[in-house]
C-alpha cells in the first residue's frame, strides 16, 4: 500500500520568511496530492491540492510542486504570517479508489513575530 | 451550510464498555471516511464507505465497526474499548464523481479517553 513521509516533524521561520515542507510516496499510482492545514483544537482543512498531470500549482502565497519520476512533493509558503503557524499535512490518493487518502504524518510550523 | 457534523465531541468511557460515534453529512457525499489522529502518527484511515451498504478496512480497523445505512450517515462502533483506542478521532466525507471537488470535508472531531 501507500506510504508517506513527511519532513520535516518541526520547524521554525520568522515572520516574513519563506517555509518549505516535503514529502515522498512510495505508490507509483497515487495520482492526488492534497495539503491539509490543521489549526489547534480545529479540523484538518483543505489549503491546495494537486494532481499528478500537473507539476506546480500556486494560491497567493501558497504553492505546491510534484515532481512524480522522483515521487516527491513539496509545499512552498512565501511571506509568512504568524497566522500561518499550525499542522500541516501532506497526503497522497489513487482517485479512482475513492479519495482513499493516506497521510503524513504533519508538520508542526511556528511563525515567530 | 454544508457540513459534517459527529457526536460526541468529547468522551470518556471505560475498557470494555461499548460506544458509538455519530457521523452525518448534508452534502450528498457518497463517499466518507473515519480517521484517529495520534500525536507523530498523524491521520490514520480507520474504515471507508464508497457508498451505501459498502464499507472497507482502511489502515487501522482492529476493534472497529461501521455501518453504512444511508447516505448521510456513517456511525464508527467500538464493542469493547481499550486505552489503546484513545484518540482524536475525525469523519470526513467527499465526492468521487468526475467533476466534483476532490476535497474530503471534515467533522470537528471527537475526543475518546478510555479508562
Known amino acids: 500500500g501507500e506510504n508517506v513521509e513527511q519532513h520535516p516533524s518541526t520547524l521554525s521561520v520568522q515572520e516574513g520568511d519563506s517555509a518549505v515542507i516535503k514529502c515522498t510516496y512510495s505508490d507509483s499510482a497515487s495520482n492526488y496530492f492534497p495539503w491539509y492545514k490543521q489549526e489547534l483544537g480545529k479540523r484538518p482543512q483543505l489549503i491546495i491540492d494537486i494532481r499528478s498531470n500537473v507539476g506546480e500549482k500556486k494560491d497567493q502565497r501558497i504553492a505546491v510542486t510534484l515532481n512524480k519520476t522522483a515521487k516527491h512533493f513539496s509545499l512552498h509558503i512565501t511571506e509568512t504570517q504568524p497566522e500561518d503557524s499550525a499542522v500541516y499535512f501532506c497526503a497522497a490518493s489513487w482517485r479512482e479508489y475513492g479519495n482513499k487518502l493516506v497521510f503524513g504524518a504533519g508538520t508542526i510550523l511556528r511563525v515567530k513575530s | 451550510e454544508a457540513q459534517v457534523t459527529q457526536n460526541p465531541r468529547y468522551l470518556i468511557t471505560v475498557t470494555g464498555k461499548k460506544l458509538t460515534v455519530t457521523c452525518s453529512q448534508n452534502m450528498n457525499h457518497e463517499y466518507m471516511s473515519w480517521y484517529r489522529q495520534d500525536p507523530g502518527l498523524g491521520l490514520r484511515q480507520i474504515y471507508y464507505?464508497?457508498?451505501?451498504?459498502?464499507?472497507d478496512k482502511g489502515d487501522v480497523p482492529e476493534g472497529y465497526k461501521v455501518s453504512r445505512k444511508e447516505k448521510r450517515n456513517f456511525p464508527l462502533i467500538l464493542e469493547s474499548p481499550s486505552p489503546n483506542q484513545t484518540s482524536l478521532y475525525f469523519c470526513?466525507?467527499?465526492?468521487?464523481?468526475?467533476?466534483?471537488?476532490?476535497?474530503?470535508?471534515f467533522g470537528p472531531g471527537t475526543r475518546l479517553t478510555v479508562t
Open positions: 470526513a466525507s467527499s465526492s468521487p464523481l468526475a467533476g466534483s471537488s476532490y476535497e474530503q470535508y
Open positions: 464507505s464508497m457508498n451505501v451498504e459498502v464499507t
